[in-house]
C-alpha cells in the first residue's frame, strides 16, 4: 500500500512503491486515493536514440516516480510534505547543517548528495546550489534540502570523490 509515512529504503523503495516494479501493481490504488499526474518525455540521445519515460506526481509531487516505456519503475521521490524518513534520520526538509550533524560524508555530483557513501539514495540540491555548488562549504548550513531520490546511482562511483 503507497505510505507517505513509510521508510525510505535506498535502492529499493519510498512510500511503499518498489523500483523494479510495474507500475500497473499500483495503478488501481493510485488513481484511487491520490491525485495523480502522467508526463511523457525523452531522454536524448541515450546512447544514439531518444528512450521515452513516464513521469507520475502524486498530490502535487508529494512522491513522485519515473518508469520505462513498459512501465517498470526506474527511480522513487519525494519533497517536504512527505514524512517518512532515512534510517529513522534523513528527511525531505531537513537542512544541510542538520544533514551534516547526522552523517559521516557528503558528497556532491551531477546537483545532488550522495550521503555516507549510499548510492542508492540522493538528496537534490536546489537551485542556484545544484549548478554552483563544488564542494560543501559552498551551501549555506540553513538551506533546507526539500528533494530526496531513491535509485541506483551506482555509475556516479566511476567519478566520485569525496568532500569531507
Known sequence: MVDFNADIISYKSLGNIEIGRNVEFYIDELYKNFDVKVTQYEVPNYPEEDIIRYA???NNGTVK???NIDG???AV???EDYKGKYKNKLYAGITMGKLINLTDKQWIKFGALIIDQDFGMSITLPSPYDEIADNLKDI???LPLNEI???NFDYWLATRKSNK
Open 140 to 142: 549555506p548550513l540553513d
Open 56 to 58: 507520475y506526481s502524486l
Open 72 to 74: 517498470l519503475i526506474e
Open 65 to 67: 516516480f519515473t518508469t
Open 77 to 79: 521521490a519525494c519533497n
Open 149 to 151: 531520490y531513491v535509485a
